[in-house]
């Protein structure tokens, strides 16, 4: 497949659960972002990797881990997370970490936090 | 800080009307502005960038630095111009500040 996909799509999780939120990216690219998309609001930039390296932790709760183990794949680890956390999951990435070019997104994981 | 402004959370035109979407933002260094759009159904994408100058699809947006506006303009709307519109903007490497969006509605 090409572009960005992220799986799963849906996730629905207790509160005391451990998941964790996958992004792959074919296209070559340096940079790798993840956001927040809850509704009513601005989408958030919650980190962002380049070149595998953290570059950006946007505030975010230390209930959300990420990981970048190399320059295609990005992960999003969850545990004891609240409801409010409940929201569109999106991973994105560009080509050039130096430059705000285009960014590529996936379609999402859509995550219900009961 | 960096933010985007999109006071329209809907507009409603009809086919063939002059379409604008409201971008304002503030940034106090020299922005790059970005609009992207998702039709239904589909993913996030770039729509058009300000320092590309090109007409996509029929939309163009000039960067206005004294207004610090980005709008969002096509002469003639059609209905498969219906999706969610962000304008975002850039500044200082790879991080992008999102509006909240507008809903455009294309009605017959």
């Known amino acids: 497949e090409t572009g960005v996909t992220q799986t799963p799509r849906h996730l629905v999780m207790g509160m005391t659960n451990k998941k964790s939120l996958k992004c792959e990216q074919h296209l070559g690219h340096n940079a790798m972002y993840w956001y927040k998309q809850s509704a009513k609001k601005p989408l958030e930039l919650m980190f962002v990797y380049n070149f595998k390296e953290q570059t950006e932790n946007n505030s975010v709760p230390s209930r959300f881990s990420p990981e970048c183990p190399n320059s295609s794949h990005l992960f999003l680890h969850l545990h004891t997370l609240q409801p409010e956390d409940s929201a569109l999951y999106l991973c994105?990435?560009?080509?050039?970490?130096?430059?705000?070019?285009?960014?590529?997104f996936g379609p999402g994981t859509r995550l219900t936090v009961l | 800080a960096q933010r985007v402004t999109q006071p329209e959370k809907l507009l409603s035109v009809f086919k063939g009307a002059p379409v604008e979407l409201k971008c304002n933002y503030s940034?106090?260094?020299?922005?790059?502005l970005f609009w992207y759009v998702q039709y239904s159904r589909q993913r996030l994408q770039l729509l058009l960038r300000?320092?590309s100058r090109e007409s996509i699809k029929g939309f163009t947006a000039d960067l206005n630095k004294g207004e610090t506006s980005f709008h969002l303009k096509k002469p003639f709307a059609q209905e498969e111009d219906s999706a969610m519109y962000y304008c975002a903007l850039g500044g200082g490497g790879n991080k992008l500040t999102f509006g909240t969006g507008t809903q455009l509605k294309v009605e017959l």
């Open positions: 940034y106090s260094g020299s922005p790059e």
């Open positions: 300000h320092i």
């Open positions: 994105a990435s560009s080509q050039d970490p130096l430059d705000s070019g285009e960014q590529f």
